[in-house]
């Protein structure tokens, strides 16, 4: 089965490492990137500024969405394309205050009733997961098949997918309607695979 071209909702490494700029254009060379997004949990407001205001340029080049993680305020200052929100985060009403018609996406964790929130809040798309362990976060709740199909009944807008996707696991969400797999240790700490070898092998 021929899957869309980009599928892949890809999230930052934990830390930007030196050569980072370089590899994330590689990456983003290969089509296969609809979304990156920053996620630096221990990082100053002020280095995330400057380091998306290199990024976005890189995104642009690509026509990649750029998404902010946890902080609309950023997300509006930098230019970027949207906010992805946990569930510990600023409320998704006040979030569209700050950014408009701008993308705001919702972690929804494995919960029927926090899909249906979200929905009726107009977010624009909605994560699931985890679907695996993940080396990017501790993993506090679990995700299905059973579980997506639920989701997908719910509505028609974009589902995410995440937790732990590799090239080994990737193909069974995709072809149970998963929209976009979030990915980040497969490619960015892949012990095997330089970043732009690991986005390939993703087809």
Same mark, same amino acid.
């Given at each position: ?5 980009? %599928?892949?909702?890809?999230?930052? $490494? =934990?830390?930007?490492?030196?050569? %980072?700029? @370089?590899?994330?254009?590689? !990456?983003?060379?290969? =089509?296969? !990137? +609809?979304?990156?997004?920053? @996620? ?7 280095? *995330? ?6 990024? *976005? ?5 690509? &026509? !990649?969405? %750029?998404?902010?993680?946890d902080d609309p305020l950023i997300a509006k200052k930098v230019g970027a394309d949207g906010c ?11 979030? +569209?205050?700050?950014?408009? &018609? ?11 009733? +926090? ?19 993940? @080396?990017?976060? &501790? ?7 059973n579980d997506l199909k639920k989701f997908r009944k719910l509505t028609k807008k974009p589902i ?7 090239? +080994? &696991? ?15 240790? %497969? !490619? ?6 330089? $970043?732009?070898?690991?986005? @390939?092998?993703?087809?």
């Amino acid at each position: 089965m021929k899957f869309k071209a980009k %599928f892949i909702y890809l999230i930052s $490494p =934990n830390k930007i490492y030196q050569n %980072f700029y @370089r590899d994330l254009r590689k !990456v983003l060379n290969s =089509n296969k !990137v +609809k979304y990156f997004q920053l @996620r630096l949990k221990k990082t100053s407001k002020t280095k *995330i500024i400057n380091i998306s205001k290199e990024i *976005i340029k890189i995104c642009k080049t690509s &026509n !990649v969405k %750029f998404i902010i993680n946890d902080d609309p305020l950023i997300a509006k200052k930098v230019g970027a394309d949207g906010c992805h929100l946990g569930q510990k985060d600023l409320h998704i009403k006040k979030a +569209k205050k700050i950014l408009k &018609n701008k993308i705001i996406g919702i972690t929804c964790n494995n919960s029927v009733k +926090k899909a249906k929130v979200a929905i009726k809040n107009n977010a624009d798309y909605i994560a699931l997961g985890a679907f695996n362990s993940s @080396r990017t976060k &501790n993993i506090k709740y679990r995700a299905t098949i059973n579980d997506l199909k639920k989701f997908r009944k719910l509505t028609k807008k974009p589902i995410i997918a995440i937790g732990g996707i590799n090239d +080994k &696991n990737y193909k069974k969400l995709l072809l149970n309607k998963a929209d976009f797999l979030a990915i980040s240790s %497969f !490619v960015w700490r892949n012990k095997n695979l330089k $970043p732009e070898k690991a986005i @390939r092998q993703l087809k």
